[in-house]
């Protein structure tokens, strides 16, 4: 599976932007899709997470602001992100749960990353 995120950039507190990843190769398989996030300096964590029956899941810093959504017919993930603040400043990256090569195990897939950038 191979991932291409698109749609960050800088904006100012307050602002929005709507982060897009699409998956290609052996989609069939996508379970879970998620949006994890790295600031400098720090760990990556992830933001929001959503499994392929809709159920949604969200890191307590971005509850009610973000929104985590997937078009299972396009293989894309989305990531509405409203109200920025500049403590979201960070490369996002986009993730998937999907089978391996063999079709036997299911294994973690990222894409390239793109920077969100958010001034006060």
């Known amino acids: 599976v191979q991932l291409q995120a698109s749609g960050g950039g800088s904006v100012q507190a307050g602002g929005s932007l709507r982060l897009s990843c699409v998956a290609s190769?052996?989609?069939?398989?996508?379970?879970?899709m998620s949006w994890y996030r790295q600031a400098v300096g720090k760990q990556r964590d992830v933001v929001a997470s959503?499994?392929?029956?809709?159920?949604?899941d969200y890191a307590d810093p971005v509850k009610g602001r973000f929104t985590i959504t997937r078009d299972n017919a396009k293989n894309t993930v989305y990531l509405q992100m409203n109200n920025l603040k500049p403590e979201d400043t960070a490369v996002y990256y986009c993730?998937?749960?999907?089978?391996?090569?063999?079709?036997?195990?299911?294994?973690?897939?990222w894409g390239q990353g793109t920077l969100v950038t958010v001034s006060s």
């Open positions: 993730n998937v749960d999907a089978l391996d090569s063999s079709g036997s195990f299911y294994k973690n897939y």
């Open positions: 959503i499994a392929s029956g809709g159920g949604t």
């Open positions: 190769g052996s989609t069939s398989s996508i379970n879970v």
